[in-house]
């Protein structure tokens, strides 16, 4: 079992800038693919980024490819989310979860929230324009 708890999330102008953290119990987390989904009010949960256990495979979606960055620390149990040049549309809930042990964490895999086990509440990111 593992527990997720996101903090960081907050009102920020449209331009600036927030770092999410998510914070993992356990000895296993350096095991486990960890990603970052996100859920604005009246749609559905999508994709933001991910990365594998060792930190050497990231993916990303388009729409925060170059203005986001998702990194971990092992040590801490903690993985990151930077976000920079922040838009009104990156306005919603911000999730952590974390994926079981596999051979192969792969693009297609990373992008798919079922293939997620564990999750976390949520912290919310608002951008005004």
């Known amino acids: 079992q593992m527990q997720l708890v996101e903090s960081g999330g907050g009102l920020v102008q449209a331009g600036g800038s927030l770092r999410l953290s998510c914070a993992a119990s356990?000895?296993?987390?350096?095991?486990?693919?960890m990603g970052w989904f996100r859920q604005a009010l009246g749609k559905e949960r999508e994709f933001v980024t991910a990365?594998?256990?060792?930190?050497?495979?990231?993916y990303y979606a388009d729409a925060v490819k170059g203005r986001f960055t998702i990194s971990r620390d092992n040590a801490k149990n903690t993985v990151y989310l930077q976000m920079n040049s922040l838009k009104p549309e990156d306005t919603a809930v911000y999730y952590c979860?974390?994926?079981?042990?596999?051979?192969?964490?792969?693009?297609?895999?990373?992008?798919?929230?079922?293939?997620?086990?564990?999750w976390g509440p949520g912290t919310q990111v608002t951008v005004s324009s």
């Open positions: 979860a974390a994926d079981l042990p596999r051979s192969y964490f792969s693009n297609t895999h990373a992008r798919n929230p079922f293939e997620y086990d564990y």
């Open positions: 356990g000895r296993t987390f350096s095991n486990y693919a």
């Open positions: 990365i594998d256990w060792s930190g050497i495979y990231t």
